[in-house]
C-alpha cells in the first residue's frame, strides 16, 4: 500500500491507554532536569590565549582603516586585552594598501573606550614607523582618538625624515 503524509491519522493519541503515557512523559520533561530545558546560556570567557589575532578595521564605505595584529592575545575583561606581539597598521581609509604608521612592540595592553576609541599602552619598547617619521621608546601609550596621540616617556629616540621649514633657519 503506497502511503501518504496526508493520508496519515494520529488517531492512537485518542485512545484511553496513551493519553496518560504522554501525559506522563510532558510532566517527566517539565520536571526531569535531563529532559528540561535548559537555562539561558552564559557567557563564555576565553582562558586561552587567541594566536595569530587578526582584527581589521573599516569604514562606512568599506575601506580599510586599521589592521591589529598580535602573535598571542588574552581576554582579559570587556575593555581589556593583552597582546604579545602587536603590529597596528593605520590606513587612510580611501581604498589605498599602504599604510599611514605602523606602531610594533612585543607586548601591550588594549583598553577599548567607546565610539571606536582605545588606548594601548606598553612597558617594553615600541617603534612608530611613518611617512617621513619614526620614533622607538619605552613605557608608552598610545591613544586612540581625534588626535592620535602617541607619548613615549623613556628612551626616547625621533628621527624626521622630512624638511624643518623655519625651525632651524
Known sequence: LPLSLSSLSFSFVRTPLIRPFIAILLLLATRCPLLA?????????????VKNLRLPAFNDQGHRTRF????????????????????????????????????????ATVF?????????TGKESMR???????ATGENWSYDHDDRHRLILNKN???VIRAPLKGILD
Open 156 to 158: 626616547v629616540r625621533v
Open 37 to 49: 530545558a535548559s537555562p539561558a546560556p552564559s557567557p563564555v570567557i576565553a582562558k586561552a590565549p
Open 68 to 107: 591589529l595584529r598580535g602573535d598571542e592575545a588574552r581576554y582579559i575583561s570587556n575593555t581589556q586585552i593583552d597582546i604579545i606581539g602587536l603590529n597596528l597598521a593605520e590606513f587612510r581609509g580611501d581604498g589605498s594598501t599602504a599604510p599611514l604608521h605602523l606602531l610594533l612592540a612585543p607586548s
Open 128 to 134: 612608530l614607523i611613518g611617512n617621513g617619521i619614526e
Open 112 to 120: 577599548i573606550k567607546e565610539n571606536n576609541r582605545f588606548l594601548i
